[in-house]
Nanobody
Framework: VQLQASGGGLVQPGGSLRLSCAVP????????MAWYRQAPGKQREFVAS???????DYDDFVKGRFTISRENAKNTVRLQMSSLKPEDTAAYYC??????????????WGQGTLVTVSS
């Protein structure tokens, strides 16, 4: 299963970027979607998640600056990033945790898209 992440790039501090991740419908409709990131030399860390019913959660470091959303008609999860800081530089990965009758059954990862915040 392939999750297709896109939208990364080079942006100046204070700027904005929007990441997108296209997900196969059978996965998207039954999954909590999330974004993780991994900076060079660091472990992968949680950024944000959104459930099927639209309930969102954020890491404290991005709260108020990033917004996660689901576009159900396109089976796409997005991450709108604003007020970007150099510390946000990382490869960003989309993640799908699939549930059936509220039980976790599988997990999928995208290939990562690189975000570089630098002047």
């Amino acid at each position: 299963v392939q999750l297709q992440a896109s939208g990364g790039g080079l942006v100046q501090p204070g700027g904005s970027l929007r990441l997108s991740c296209a997900v196969p419908e059978i996965i998207f409709s039954t999954s909590t979607m999330a974004w993780y990131r991994q900076a060079p030399g660091k472990q992968r860390e949680f950024v944000a998640s959104i459930t099927n019913d639209g309930s969102a959660d954020y890491d404290d470091f991005v709260k108020g600056r990033f917004t996660i959303s689901r576009e159900n008609a396109k089976n796409t999860v997005r991450l709108q990033m604003s007020s970007l800081k150099p510390e946000d530089t990382a490869a960003y990965y989309c993640n799908a945790r699939q549930y059936r009758w509220s039980r976790f059954i599988d997990e999928f990862w995208g290939q990562g898209t690189l975000v570089t915040v630098s002047s």
